[in-house]
């Protein structure tokens, strides 16, 4: 649809968009769910480091996801989640041992 009307986006514009979205949706469960377990559970350490390296991650799986939606489609994004899917049944059955059987 921005196509069509002379105008792009990218996928740095298109997570601009989205992120904000994302977090306001994300702290009714954190206020209610995770935050009252956070503060009664005394031992809980932040390890910062691990904190940053995993939000990095987080923004760069989001990062790739928005630009092959956008260089491909919908559709590739889809194919790709099918295959990841049959390749994680294959190393949790090969590597792992865990029994697939058939429905």
Known sequence: LITRQGMAMNPLQSLYYV??????FLAFPLMFVEYPAMMTDATLVFDWKMLTLNATCAFALNLAVFLLIGKTSALTMNIAGVIKDWMLIFASQ???GNPVTFL
């Not at 992120?19 to 306001?24: D, G, L, N, Q, Y």
């Open 19 to 24: 992120s904000p979205a994302c977090a306001f």
């Open 94 to 96: 090969h590597f792992f």
